[in-house]
C-alpha cells in the first residue's frame, strides 16, 4: 500500500496526503530549508511550527563536513540534534558536491572531491550518501545523483542519466541494507529518486520510464530553475506528467517563488523548497499577497503599517515597516530575523491557501487570480 493518499485532483494539482513515521504532510507543500540544521536569519524550530512549517530540508554535504554526521547520530540523529519533532528531508548532497566541491573527479563509484571549507579529500557516493542520511536519520533520503549543467551535451546528459540510474539501485540496496541493521535510528526512512536530462525532454521521459521501475516511496525532479528560461522548466514538468506514477508524490526540487510554485501545482507537483524565502528577507525583499515588496525602500521609512496588512504571521501583528527597515538598515540582527520570519509565513500560508482552494475545487480560480499578482512588485505600496 502506498504511503501518499491522493485525495483527489483539479485539472493536474493534486490535493494529498504523505503518511510517514514522523507526521502526516499535507500537499502541495513547501519544505523549509535549514541547510545546516537551522534556517538563517536566526529561526528556531518553535519558529517553525509558530509559522506552519510541515517538513524542514536539511543539507546532507554541509551536515557531513560540519559537524559531521556521526556527530548528529551520536546525538539521536537531526531531529533530537534541532528538537524537530515533524518530517525532516535531506538531500543527497549530489548538487553541492557539484556546485561548491573543488577539484571534484566523477567515476563510476562516485565523486572525489575537495570540501569547499577546507580543502580536505571527501568521496562521495551512492553508498556513503545513504549512510550519511542514515546517520542522520531524516524521514525522507534523497538518492544520489549527478546534477548536469544547462545546458550540456547531449550525448553527455544521455550517459550521466544512465549512472545516475545505475546509482539509484546502489541507493536502493544500500538503504535496505541500512533500515535492517538493529542500530539504526530510523529503520523507516523513504527514499526519493531523482529525475534528470536537462532540458531534453525525450532523455527527461527516457529517464523517468527507467526509475520509476523501481518503484520508490516518491519521485523528484532535479537540474531545474538553473538559469534556463521558466517556460523551459514548465514544459519539462508538463511532459513527465504522464510518466510519473500518480500515487507517489512529486518533488520539484529547489524551487521556486511563488509564482513558480502556483505553476508547479497546476501542473501537478506536491513538493517544493527553495532558500529564497530566507535568502531574500535578508535583503530586504518580503513577500506580500500584492506581490513583492524591498522594505528598504525610503518610502517606507515612516510608515506605521505592517508588511501586509492581510497578514497573519508574528511580524505584521507587531511591528510596522518602518521598525523592519530601521532594523535592517542599522544591521540589527532581529531585523533579518523578523523579515525571514515573515516570508516563511507567507509561503507556507501560500501552501495552506493552495490546499483550501483544492479542496474547495477553486483551485483554477485562484491560479487565474494570483499567478500573475505575486510576481508583480506594486508600486503603491
Known amino acids: 500500500m502506498s504511503k501518499f493518499e491522493l485525495i483527489k485532483t483539479e485539472g493536474r494539482a493534486r490535493r494529498g496526503r504523505f503518511h510517514t513515521v514522523h507526521g502526516v504532510i499535507q500537499t502541495p507543500v513547501f519544505m523549509n530549508v535549514g541547510t545546516s540544521a537551522a534556517i538563517k536569519g536566526g529561526i528556531s524550530t518553535q519558529d517553525l511550527y509558530e509559522v506552519g512549517c510541515q517538513v524542514e530540508l536539511s543539507n546532507t554535504y554541509h551536515l557531513h563536513v560540519r559537524p559531521g554526521d556521526d556527530v548528529i547520530r551520536d546525538l539521536g540523529g537531526i531531529h533530537k540534534f534541532f528538537n524537530w519533532d515533524r518530517p525532516v528531508l535531506t538531500?543527497?548532497?549530489?548538487?553541492?558536491?557539484?556546485?561548491?566541491?573543488?577539484?571534484?573527479?566523477?567515476?563510476?563509484?562516485?565523486?572525489?572531491?575537495?570540501?569547499?571549507?577546507?580543502?580536505?579529500?571527501?568521496?562521495?557516493?551512492?553508498?556513503?550518501?545513504?549512510?550519511?542520511?542514515?546517520?542522520?536519520?531524516?524521514?525522507?533520503?534523497?538518492?544520489?545523483?549527478?546534477?548536469?549543467?544547462?545546458?550540456?551535451?547531449?550525448?553527455?546528459?544521455?550517459?550521466?542519466?544512465?549512472?545516475?540510474?545505475?546509482?539509484?539501485?546502489?541507493?536502493?540496496?544500500?538503504?535496505?541494507?541500512?533500515?535492517?541493521?538493529?542500530?539504526?535510528?530510523?529503520?523507516?526512512?523513504?527514499?526519493?529518486?531523482?529525475?534528470?536530462?536537462?532540458?531534453?525532454?525525450?532523455?527527461?521521459?527516457?529517464?523517468?520510464?527507467?526509475?520509476?521501475?523501481?518503484?520508490?516511496?516518491?519521485?523528484?525532479?532535479?537540474?531545474?530553475?538553473?538559469?534556463?528560461?521558466?517556460?523551459?522548466?514548465?514544459?519539462?514538468?508538463?511532459?513527465?506528467?504522464?510518466?510519473?506514477?500518480?500515487?507517489?508524490?512529486?518533488?520539484?526540487m529547489g524551487v521556486g517563488t511563488p509564482r513558480n510554485i502556483i505553476e508547479g501545482v497546476y501542473r501537478g507537483v506536491d513538493f517544493f523548497d527553495c532558500v529564497m524565502p530566507s535568502r531574500n528577507a535578508r535583503h530586504g525583499y518580503l513577500f506580500t499577497w500584492h506581490g513583492t515588496m524591498n522594505i528598504l525602500n525610503r518610502k517606507f521609512e515612516r510608515d506605521p503599517r505592517p508588511i501586509d496588512e492581510g497578514c497573519g504571521c508574528p511580524v505584521c501583528r507587531h511591528y510596522s515597516r518602518g521598525y523592519i527597515r530601521h532594523l535592517l538598515k542599522a544591521k540589527e540582527m532581529l531585523g533579518m530575523r523578523l523579515a525571514v520570519l515573515h516570508n516563511l509565513y507567507f509561503y507556507n500560508d501560500l501552501m495552506a491557501k493552495i490546499r483550501q482552494a483544492l479542496d474547495e475545487d477553486r483551485f483554477e480560480q485562484f491560479y487565474h487570480t494570483y499567478h500573475e499578482l505575486l510576481a508583480t512588485r506594486p508600486d503603491y505600496q
Open 91 to 252: 538531500d543527497s548532497g549530489g548538487f553541492q558536491v557539484f556546485s561548491l566541491a573543488k577539484l571534484r573527479k566523477i567515476s563510476e563509484e562516485g565523486v572525489a572531491f575537495q570540501s569547499h571549507i577546507d580543502g580536505k579529500h571527501i568521496f562521495m557516493g551512492p553508498e556513503e550518501s545513504m549512510r550519511i542520511q542514515s546517520n542522520l536519520a531524516s524521514t525522507i533520503a534523497m538518492a544520489f545523483d549527478e546534477c548536469v549543467e544547462n545546458p550540456a551535451p547531449y550525448e553527455y546528459v544521455k550517459q550521466s542519466i544512465a549512472r545516475t540510474t545505475r546509482w539509484l539501485y546502489r541507493c536502493k540496496d544500500e538503504m535496505a541494507r541500512l533500515n535492517s541493521l538493529p542500530e539504526t535510528i530510523n529503520p523507516s526512512q523513504l527514499l526519493f529518486g531523482i529525475n534528470q536530462g536537462g532540458t531534453y525532454r525525450d532523455l527527461r521521459i527516457e529517464h523517468m520510464k527507467q526509475i520509476e521501475e523501481l518503484d520508490l516511496p516518491g519521485y523528484a525532479v532535479g537540474g531545474l530553475a538553473v538559469g534556463e528560461p521558466e517556460d523551459s522548466m514548465y514544459e519539462i514538468i508538463e511532459a513527465l506528467d504522464p510518466y510519473m506514477p500518480t500515487d507517489k508524490p512529486r518533488y520539484l
